[in-house]
């Protein structure tokens, strides 16, 4: 990977709490395979879902800072809380200080821009962590661009456990699904869209798909992310000529490197190999 902080040309770098932002990733690299990209997860500090934005915001900071050190000049947060709860802080406080050519992105303005116009109801509802639910980024973002839509979230605090500790396929699973797509459903029967408001929700997508009414529209974030970075790079010149072209990847976690290898080759249907990194 040719990264070179000094000529402020590197890698893409991508950001997750944990393992869900792999679905992510996967999406990107087939998107705009041609990059370089480093992929961090701070899998020894997940989940950020159930965390104050006081912490989320001072976690999230200390990555970005990592991955400039590494040479992104464009890092993404491919984690809906941290889009929450740090992303705006960091671009409107610590950007300017750090460094103003340089961007951090994350996933929920992407999500909303194409999701708006997908409902014929305007009645949308968001699974999402705790944390993002309570931020109200969904609604609030959304808004902005339809007052008039209908917003309903539910938060689902065992999703990502179940994920991160292999039980997606399981029975356990089964019924946490339904019990939130249940919850979803009566709060709001008119809601025809659903976002996957958590990077680690596409696993579970099957047994979402099973548990709501077959005339729902099931969102996941990876493409509609993919397709924003690409239409980004287009309309941003000046970003796209520092990213290096090797169309390589490096993974870096801040946890067990053999479990986030086994975790992220069933993720990204690839062997990869893992780095041990300390945030």
Same mark, same amino acid.
């Given at each position: 990977?040719?990264e070179?902080?000094?000529?402020?040309c590197?890698?893409?770098?991508?950001?997750?709490?944990?393992?869900?932002?792999?679905?992510?990733?996967?999406k990107?690299?087939?998107?705009?395979?041609?990059?370089?990209?480093?992929?961090l997860?701070?899998?020894a500090?997940?989940?950020?879902?159930?965390?104050?934005?006081?912490v989320?915001?001072?976690?999230?900071?200390? $990555?970005?800072?990592a991955? *400039?050190?590494?040479?992104?000049?464009?890092?993404?947060? $491919?984690?809906?809380?941290?889009?929450?709860?740090?992303?705006?802080?960091?671009?409107?406080?610590d950007?300017?200080?750090?460094?103003? !050519?340089?961007?951090?992105?994350?996933?929920i303005?992407?999500?909303?821009?194409q999701?708006?116009?997908?409902?014929n109801?305007?009645?949308?509802?968001? *699974?999402?962590?705790?944390?993002?639910?309570?931020?109200?980024?969904?609604?609030?973002?959304?808004?902005?661009?339809?007052?008039?839509?209908?917003?309903?979230?539910e938060?689902c605090?065992?999703w990502?456990?179940?994920v991160?500790?292999?039980?997606?396929?399981?029975?356990?699973?089964d019924?946490?699904?339904?019990?939130?797509?249940?919850?979803?459903?009566? $709060?709001?029967?008119?809601?025809?869209?659903?976002?996957?408001?958590?990077?680690?929700?596409?696993?579970?997508?099957?047994?979402?798909? $099973?548990?709501?009414?077959?005339?729902?529209?099931?969102?996941?974030?990876?493409?509609?992310?993919?397709?924003?970075?690409?239409?980004?790079?287009?309309?941003?010149?000046?970003?796209?000529?520092r990213?290096?072209?090797?169309?390589?990847?490096? *993974?870096? !976690?801040?946890?067990?490197?053999?479990?986030?290898?086994? *975790?992220g080759?069933l993720?990204?249907?690839?062997?990869?190999?893992?780095?041990?990194?300390?945030?």
């Open positions: 990977m040719n070179n902080p000094k000529n402020g590197g890698p893409i770098g991508v950001f997750d709490s944990g393992y869900g932002g792999l679905t992510i990733l996967d990107i690299r087939k998107r705009l395979p041609q990059y370089d990209y480093v992929y997860g701070d899998n500090r997940a989940p950020y879902g159930t965390r104050s934005f006081e989320v915001y001072e976690f999230t900071l200390e $990555a970005v800072k991955l *400039f050190d590494m040479g992104c000049p464009l890092v993404i947060l $491919a984690c809906n809380t941290a889009s929450a709860k740090a992303l705006r802080s960091i671009q409107q406080l950007l300017p200080k750090l460094d103003p !050519t340089r961007r951090v992105l994350g996933v303005r992407p999500t909303v821009e999701v708006a116009a997908m409902s109801t305007g009645h949308i509802g968001v *699974f999402a962590t705790a944390g993002t639910i309570r931020s109200e980024s969904y609604p609030i973002e959304l808004h902005k661009l339809d007052p008039s839509l209908s917003v309903t979230g938060a605090p065992m990502v456990s179940l991160e500790n292999g039980e997606a396929d399981g029975d356990g699973a019924y946490f699904v339904r019990k939130h797509a249940d919850r979803l459903m009566e $709060a709001d029967p008119l809601i025809d869209t659903v976002i996957l408001g958590c990077t680690h929700y596409p696993v579970l997508e099957n047994k979402i798909r $099973a548990s709501l009414p077959d005339s729902v529209r099931i969102v996941a974030q990876g493409d509609l992310v993919a397709e924003s970075l690409s239409d980004y790079l287009t309309r941003h010149p000046e970003m796209e000529t990213l290096t072209q090797g169309g390589a990847c490096r *993974f870096l !976690t801040t946890e067990s490197q053999e479990k986030f290898a086994d *975790f080759s993720f990204l249907n690839e062997q990869i190999t893992v780095e041990h990194f300390t945030l």
